[in-house]
Nanobody
Framework: QVQLVESGGGLVQAGGSLRLSCAVS????????MAWFRQAGGKERSLVAR???????YYADSVKGRFTISRDNAKNTVFLQMDSLKPEDTAVYYC????????????????WGQGTQVTVSS
C-alpha cells in the first residue's frame, strides 16, 4: 500500500484560499485513483473531490465551482485548490488512494493520510 502525507492546511478568513497537497510514496502513483475527504466535528467523513487515473474528476455539490482537484504524476502528488472558502468548509481534510475504487465511504482496499486541519473564520 501507498503512504500518504497531507500538508497545506491552516487558518484562513472566509473568502480566502488554501492549497492542500498530498505526497504519495510507495506503489505506482499513476495507477491510483486519488481523492480528498473531510470530516467536521461530530460529523461523518465525506467525499469532497476525486480524480481518476485518467484525470476525470468528481466534486461534491457543496464545493463545485470553488474547489479544484489535480494531480501531478511526475511528482507523485495530488492537490486540492480551495477558493472562496466558507466557515462550513472547516474540517480535517484527508487524502485517500486506491487502485480499485473510491466511493463515498472511502478507498476500497486503499490508504488514508493522517489529515490536515483547515479552519475558515467568519
Amino acid at each position: 500500500q501507498v503512504q500518504l502525507v497531507e500538508s497545506g492546511g491552516g487558518l484562513v478568513q472566509a473568502g480566502g484560499s488554501l492549497r492542500l497537497s498530498c505526497a504519495v510514496s510507495g506503489g505506482n502513483f499513476a495507477e491510483n485513483i486519488m481523492a480528498w475527504f473531510r470530516q467536521a466535528g461530530g460529523k461523518e467523513r465525506s467525499l469532497v473531490a476525486r480524480i481518476s487515473q485518467g484525470f476525470s474528476t468528481y466534486y461534491a455539490d457543496s464545493v463545485k465551482g470553488r474547489f479544484t482537484i489535480s494531480r501531478d504524476n511526475a511528482k507523485n502528488t495530488v492537490f486540492l485548490q480551495m477558493d472562496s472558502l466558507k466557515p462550513e468548509d472547516t474540517a480535517v481534510y484527508y487524502c485517500a488512494a486506491s487502485i480499485l475504487a473510491i466511493g463515498t465511504s472511502g478507498p476500497l482496499g486503499g490508504s488514508w493520510g493522517q489529515g490536515t486541519q483547515v479552519t475558515v473564520s467568519s
